[in-house]
């Protein structure tokens, strides 16, 4: 709506060029019309809804870019946030773990009974089956395929002409460019100085390289002394293909006009049309007819095999017997909450295994595709429902962890009462770590509620001490033994960064803001309560 309102408009050649730019639709760094038709097909967009969609986009883009291009950080706000960022703290630890006051721990007798009462769905597994199941595969009925030679060499004879390499010549050119639609003059002049080029030639047969490097204007090839590698019919333009397939090897042309311009071209190789020998290709050609006669073979008996596990239900034997598959089995497999192996880590596999017919009636599940040419069935032969385990069989576990947790507040409380001491100047027998620098953008080993901490306490007389709770292990007390202000140094490149990160920041609150200016102007209204249910 502010686009319209705005008048903004994206154009057919704005459009155009935009798509054209886009690397998924290029082939050889160019836009290709088949490829992007191909893309939008296979993700199932018509293409009037695809450039509908681009041009919202870069609409969408014009509003955004002004504000966000717009946006100018003051030089104290800057400066003020980066050397808090950058400022750096000595800090020593000493660390009160868990561990050391796990001797101190006294539970009471219920102890692990309540909490076991208290939290029965923590000690729930889930139902359990055990199954088996088998695999039709494509792949390895390939392997199971035995071709004789004379069976691939009729093949090959049948598939000769694939086999075929067309005549192939290597040149190099010695180019002087002038458009196919120049004026008479520049291409007279462009001629004069081929011609005047060729005449060096004729003088110096043998400094072809030397004379490509010196005045041919194709400095890609011109590098490499005009040499343009094999290449085949078809590859080249016809002017030149024509002249270059007339020639012997070791010949050089005369002048050859293009649509590039005049070249001089000289052939140096010649490879005439071949056809691969058997021999060559037999291993391929083998690989090839038993994937052609598997996908056969499978596609034949994929249909065979779902109508079976399903005629057929209460057994796996038949399609085992038929098509002389193992008949595989599993231990056992949770209904949630754990990876498990292939190739019941296919979800719909998985799934169907819990199915009301095949948990409770002992039925085959349907064939299901895993993956790319492999069925699998597969029936249930053990189930376990869910349940919550027994308190005998959890109670050592509660028990390690009531104690746990309990000496971690052991520490934690411990941990308080030396901070305090600290704090009123009472000493305090620790054994420091050795002080290190930290600081609020790299520093990964302390926690963020540590850190926080940590910059957040007062500076203004050293040490200080500061605390915080170690997750799952205990306390740790921090000294903060000295502080390093930034030293600002423009060629830092961690500076530049940071400044960098800021100028982005205010960019995204800019725009937010003038997004949040959009909803109240256009009444947009969003039904938390439909987002929150979904």
Do not use: C
Request: proline share 5%.
């Amino acid at each position: 709506q502010q686009g319209r309102d705005s008048r903004l408009t994206v154009s057919h050649g704005e459009l155009a060029s935009h798509i054209a730019g886009i690397p998924v639709f290029q082939e050889d760094g160019k836009f290709s019309k088949p490829r992007y038709d191909a893309v939008l097909s296979a993700q199932g967009m018509r293409q009037d809804v695809f450039e509908s969609r681009m041009r919202q986009d870069m609409l969408t883009q014009q509003l955004i870019f002004p504000v966000v291009a717009g946006s100018i950080p003051g030089n104290v706000s800057s400066r003020q946030w980066l050397h808090a960022q950058m400022e750096q703290r000595e800090v020593s630890e000493a660390r009160l773990m868990a561990a050391d006051y796990l001797a101190r721990v006294v539970l009471p007798a219920d102890a692990a009974k309540k909490y076991y009462d208290a939290n029965l769905k923590k000690f729930e597994l889930p139902a359990q089956v055990r199954a088996e199941f088998v695999v039709l595969s494509r792949d390895a009925m390939s392997a199971a395929t035995v071709l004789g030679d004379a069976e691939i060499k009729a093949a090959y004879d049948a598939r000769i002409d694939r086999y075929k390499e067309a005549e192939r010549r290597r040149a190099s050119h010695i180019l002087i460019a002038v458009a196919k639609d120049a004026p008479e003059a520049e291409v007279k002049k462009a001629k004069d100085a081929a011609e005047e080029v060729l005449a060096k030639l004729k003088q110096r047969p043998d400094d072809f390289a030397t004379l490509a490097k010196q005045y041919s204007q194709d400095t890609a090839s011109g590098q490499q002394g005009g040499d343009l590698g094999w290449f085949s019919r078809g590859t080249m333009v016809k002017s030149f293909e024509d002249a270059a397939f007339q020639m012997k090897e070791g010949q050089t042309s005369g002048l050859v006009r293009s649509d590039f311009g005049f070249h001089i071209i000289q052939v140096t190789g010649v490879q005439p049309e071949r056809v691969k020998p058997f021999a060559e290709v037999r291993d391929l050609l083998a690989d090839e007819l038993k994937q052609e006669a598997s996908a056969k073979k499978f596609a034949e008996a994929a249909e065979a095999f779902g109508n079976m596990v399903y005629e057929q239900g209460d057994s796996l034997a038949p399609v085992a017997d038929r098509w002389k598959l193992p008949v595989q089995r599993t231990d056992w497999l949770p209904q949630q909450g754990a990876k498990l192996p292939p190739p019941f880590d296919n979800p719909k596999l998985a799934a169907a295994l819990f199915n009301a017919d095949v948990l409770n009636e002992k039925q085959n599940t349907e064939a299901i595709e895993v993956a790319p040419g492999v069925l699998v069935s597969a029936r249930v032969v053990e189930h376990k429902p869910a349940a919550v385990q027994e308190f005998s069989q959890v109670k050592a576990m509660i028990e390690k962890y009531l104690v746990q947790q309990e000496a971690v507040q052991l520490a934690t409380t411990d941990g308080e009462a030396k901070l305090a001491q600290l704090l009123k100047g009472e000493a305090v027998e620790f054994k420091w770590s050795p002080s290190r620098p930290v600081n609020r953008t790299l520093t990964q080993d302390v926690p963020p509620a540590s850190l926080r901490a940590i910059f957040g306490a007062k500076a203004d007389r050293l040490p200080a001490y500061v605390g915080g709770i170690f997750p799952g292990n205990g306390y740790v007390i921090y000294r903060i033994d000295a502080i390093k202000p930034l030293v600002e140094n423009q060629a830092d490149s961690m500076m530049q960064a940071m400044e960098e990160r800021y100028r982005q920041v205010i960019a995204e609150e800019e725009a937010l803001a003038w997004m949040a200016t959009l909803k109240g102007k256009f009444a947009v209204k969003v039904n938390e309560a439909a987002l929150e249910k979904r």
